[in-house]
């Protein structure tokens, strides 16, 4: 016969002091794996949204990142005409060569300056990436000295507003748009035209990398292939979602570091959870000894009490969710190993994280549990009665 779960409410309720202790202790555990989940998460969907499964990118033979080498332009034109390949809004191979350079920009706030990625395209290189929208001003034109910058990069540097002048290269460019990338990593980049970019950075007669729009995805896998086994090209075709996949092992000291602060402070928790329970037992060996007497069984009085392990840690769980739901969507930034700049990202509690939390509490009630619920199911009926 198995013992009613409101008994266990019942003695959840009677000892609020000891249950709201654990709990809370529980709840920190939790906010902690939480904030790190969410980094991890938030740093997956910055650069997974940031592919177009359509897109492909051309890189050097051998080369990992568009800043390492690049390829001559005369080659650009073989690359134009491969099959598969979409037309753009002019009725035009929509393809952009590309240059990427890493600039320091100050942050707005003063407290140091930062490697921040610059991207000049051709201007196909903005219909590739339809997910970027225009929010404030207007893009950038052909052969002139303009930029467009990403919210982020307003919101966090200096001179970055509509109207400002940003200092790299061999000058002045002036910033004449806001565009917002959808919380991909776009939102680490400023646009400007390629070709004022080379002449800017002395690079002219190649490209560090194109993007190629292919008809369909199933013509995107055809087309890298088609790239790369071209021997008059030489070059490496790479799916864009395959390419930014890649960077998230940026993500990997934090998921590391996370997982043995999360386990040392799971640990504490749990002996917070079992002393609780512990405690519980001490204080109810008589009525343990009288639902015995009753005809409950041993094996529902330790289901019982690891239960009432289970919901205090479910308690934690939903408190640690709560303390943490004001900080989603708050934005941070980490080092990319790829592009050595930084990328932003923002803290994103999904569904999957936040019941990722609810079972990472769970485990610890359980293991904080059963112990206890043992040694009360194991209790002799006489000597509890007398004690």
């Known amino acids: 016969m198995?013992?009613?779960?409101?008994?266990?409410?019942?003695?959840?309720?009677?000892?609020?002091?000891?249950?709201?202790m654990t709990a809370l202790g529980i709840a920190l555990t939790v906010t902690t794996a939480i904030f790190l989940m969410a980094l991890l998460a938030g740093l997956k969907r910055a650069f997974v949204s940031s592919g177009?499964?359509?897109?492909?990118?051309?890189?050097?033979?051998?080369?990992?990142?568009?800043?390492?080498?690049?390829?001559?332009?005369?080659?650009?034109?073989?690359?134009?005409?491969?099959?598969?390949?979409?037309?753009?809004?002019?009725?035009?191979?929509?393809?952009?060569?590309?240059?990427?350079?890493?600039i320091v920009l100050p942050r707005k706030d003063g407290t140091g300056e930062v490697n921040v990625t610059v991207r000049g395209m051709m201007p196909d290189g903005l219909e590739l990436r339809p997910s970027a929208k225009l929010a404030e001003g207007r893009w950038f034109q052909t052969g002139q000295r303009e930029v467009v910058v990403s919210k982020s990069i307003r919101g966090r540097f200096s001179h970055a507003n509509i109207g400002d002048m940003m200092e790299f290269g061999k000058g002045s460019w002036k910033v004449v748009g806001v565009f917002d990338a959808g919380g991909s990593a776009y939102e680490s980049e400023i646009w400007c035209d390629v070709n004022q970019m080379a002449s800017d950075f002395d690079r002219q007669g190649g490209f560090s990398s194109a993007y190629?729009?292919?008809?369909?995805?199933?013509?995107?896998?055809?087309?890298?292939?088609?790239?790369?086994?071209?021997?008059?090209?030489?070059?490496?075709?790479?799916?864009?979602?395959?390419?930014?996949?890649k960077q998230t092992n940026s993500g990997a000291p934090i998921k590391y570091i996370g997982i043995?602060?999360?386990?040392?402070?799971?640990?504490?928790?749990?002996?917070?959870?079992?002393?609780?329970?512990?405690?519980?037992?001490?204080?109810?060996?008589r009525e343990i000894a009288t639902l015995?007497?009753?005809?409950?069984?041993?094996?529902?009085?330790?289901?019982?009490?690891?239960?009432?392990?289970?919901?205090?840690?479910?308690?934690?769980?939903?408190?640690?969710?709560?303390?943490?739901?004001?900080?989603?969507?708050?934005?941070?930034?980490?080092?990319?190993?790829?592009?050595?700049?930084?990328?932003?990202?923002?803290?994103?509690?999904?569904?999957?994280?936040a019941a990722a939390a609810v079972g990472f509490a769970l485990i610890m009630g359980l293991l904080g549990g059963l112990a206890p619920a043992w040694h009360a199911a194991r209790q002799n009926i006489l000597t509890a009665l007398r004690g």
């Open 2 to 20: 198995a013992i009613p779960i409101s008994y266990n409410v019942r003695n959840l309720k009677l000892r609020k002091g000891l249950t709201i």
């Open 52 to 102: 177009n499964p359509q897109n492909v990118l051309v890189l050097r033979k051998g080369s990992e990142a568009e800043l390492s080498g690049g390829f001559d332009a005369a080659l650009f034109p073989t690359l134009k005409v491969l099959p598969g390949i979409a037309k753009d809004s002019h009725g035009e191979p929509l393809v952009s060569g590309e240059w990427v350079v890493v």
């Open 212 to 245: 190629l729009r292919a008809t369909d995805p199933i013509a995107a896998d055809a087309l890298k292939n088609r790239v790369s086994d071209d021997q008059r090209l030489k070059l490496e075709g790479v799916l864009e979602t395959d390419y930014y996949a």
């Open 260 to 285: 043995v602060v999360a386990i040392i402070m799971a640990i504490g928790s749990s002996f917070a959870a079992m002393n609780t329970m512990y405690a519980a037992v001490a204080y109810r060996g």
């Open 292 to 353: 015995r007497v009753l005809g409950f069984s041993r094996p529902s009085i330790l289901t019982s009490f690891v239960l009432e392990s289970l919901m205090l840690a479910f308690l934690g769980a939903l408190a640690g969710i709560l303390l943490m739901l004001p900080f989603n969507g708050m934005q941070t930034g980490t080092s990319n190993a790829v592009t050595f700049s930084e990328v932003v990202f923002s803290l994103q509690i999904t569904p999957l994280v």
